[in-house]
């Protein structure tokens, strides 16, 4: 198993564009999480799926953001009509669901919006 | 709103001494993780405490876990340079809705 692999690595974009990142977690989880860090911070949850479902989404994501996991394989994170304010670290995790639950990461996608 | 704080949050320690870094959350919780991140890297699992009293130890670093307190701690014994980096915990909270919480981070220099 590779891990949990992140698409793009980095992304420039400029404000008002949509982007849209890819996570592949490890296979045999069925949990996936979405987190962003801006410098200097911990981890902000976003929201996370068990298997196909998303069960949370945190509060403080706009309407602009949406995460879909088709089949409950890969998930996709997009943002539409960037802000600067969303130039940040997205990183996603897995988890297998039961036991200590450990979140394995993945690198993350930087995002900068000019 | 479960919130989870860290102190120090900076630290800049010579080798060979020892510290302890410390993690406070506001709710009840029985799981406790910490990770580390090295600059410009992602997220590495270090230990999970699952119950009070729990104590983890891997090299020179120690976890432990006391729930009544709602404290975890992590000692760092006998610091060496390959130990800088920035140490998060993150709690899940009592719903137990593994929506895991974590704190600001505490950026470990350590000094040759």
């Known amino acids: 198993d590779t891990g949990v692999s992140q698409d793009p690595r980095h992304k420039i974009t400029k404000r008002g564009q949509n982007v849209t990142f890819r996570c592949d977690p490890i296979?045999?989880?069925?949990?996936l999480y979405w987190y962003r860090q801006t410098l200097g911070q911990g981890p902000e949850f976003l929201t996370y799926?068990?298997?196909?479902?998303?069960?949370?989404k945190s509060r403080l994501l706009s309407d602009r953001f949406s995460a879909e996991r088709p089949k409950g394989s890969f998930s996709t994170l997009e943002i539409q009509r960037t802000e600067q304010g969303d130039s940040a670290m997205y990183l996603c995790?897995?988890?297998?669901?039961?036991?200590?639950?450990?979140?394995?990461f993945g690198a993350g996608s930087r995002l900068t919006v000019l | 709103e479960l919130k989870v704080e860290q102190n120090p949050l900076f630290l800049s320690m010579q080798e060979g001494k020892n510290y302890t870094i410390y993690c406070n959350y506001s709710?009840?919780?029985?799981?406790l993780y910490w990770y580390r991140q090295d600059p410009g890297k992602s997220l590495e699992s270090l230990f999970v405490?699952?119950?009070?009293?729990a104590v983890k130890q891997e090299g020179r670093l120690m976890a432990s876990l006391d729930t009544k307190a709602r404290l975890s701690t992590l000692h760092i014994t006998a610091a060496v340079h390959d130990l800088s980096a920035t140490y998060f915990c993150?709690?899940?909270?009592?719903?137990?809705?593994?929506?895991?919480?974590f704190g600001t981070g505490t950026r470990l220099k350590v000094l040759a």
């Open positions: 995790a897995s988890s297998s669901g039961w036991g200590a639950n450990v979140l394995t």
């Open positions: 296979s045999e989880h069925n949990r």
């Open positions: 799926f068990q298997n196909e479902a998303q069960l949370e």
């Open positions: 709710t009840t919780s029985d799981r």
């Open positions: 405490l699952l119950s009070n009293g």
């Open positions: 993150a709690v899940d909270p009592p719903s137990g809705t593994y929506k895991y919480i």
